[in-house]
Each structure stands twice: as structure tokens, then as C-alpha cells.
């Protein structure tokens, strides 16, 4: 049975940061693809930052140079380090394991 679980979400003020982090355990950890995925109100769910079994990754444009995702296969542990937060990053976010598990989502808001 595979479980996905976020932690590290919270209030923060506009420029800080924050680390999301997501374990996922059932099955070969490092033979998936990981992600992180965020939904606004009112908006659809969103790609953020996906990292390959290989260790390639893929970012939304409006994160790109601000987040950065990593992934610690003997932790069976994926990152989402966030930089300069801004207002509009406010949503939850969502971990996601190939090929269709989620996590319950962390709450994450950018607010002064």
C-alpha cells in the first residue's frame, strides 16, 4: 500500500522561505517519478517541480530560479525548497508519486 505524506507548509512573509518535504513509502522509492503540484482557490491543480527516477527535472515557468526539488532515495524523501515566496504562491500543495498517488496537501501562505 503506497502512502504519500507532506510536511513543512505554513505562514511566511513575502521573500522568506520555506522547505516542503514528502514521504512516500510502499514500493521501490527510487524507480519513480515525484512531484509537486499546488492548487489555488478558485484555480486549478498545478505542476510546480518534478524530479525523474534519473534525477532530471521539470519546473513550472513562475518558479523557475525560485524553487528548487531534490530527491534523498535512502530517505525515500522529495524536496521542495522554496525561495523569494511571493503572494501568489499561496495555495496548497500537493505531492505527487508516479504513477497516480497523492499526498493530502500543506497548506503554504505567503502573506506580510
Known amino acids: 500500500q503506497v502512502q504519500v505524506v507532506e510536511s513543512g507548509g505554513g505562514l511566511v512573509q513575502p521573500g522568506g522561505s520555506l522547505r516542503l518535504s514528502c514521504a512516500a513509502s510502499?514500493?521501490?522509492?527510487?524507480?519513480?517519478?515525484m512531484g509537486w503540484y499546488r492548487q489555488a482557490p478558485g484555480k486549478q491543480r498545478e505542476l510546480v517541480a518534478r524530479?525523474?527516477?534519473?534525477?532530471?527535472?521539470t519546473y513550472a515557468d513562475s518558479v523557475k530560479g525560485r524553487f528548487t526539488i531534490s530527491r534523498d532515495n535512502a530517505r525515500n524523501t522529495v524536496y521542495l525548497q522554496m525561495n523569494s515566496l511571493k503572494p501568489e504562491d499561496t495555495a496548497v500543495y500537493y505531492c505527487?508519486?508516479?504513477?497516480?498517488?497523492w499526498g493530502q496537501g500543506t497548506q503554504v501562505t505567503v502573506s506580510s
Open positions: 505527487f508519486r508516479a504513477p497516480g498517488y
Open positions: 510502499g514500493g521501490i522509492f527510487s524507480i519513480y517519478a
Open positions: 524530479i525523474e527516477r534519473g534525477g532530471a527535472t
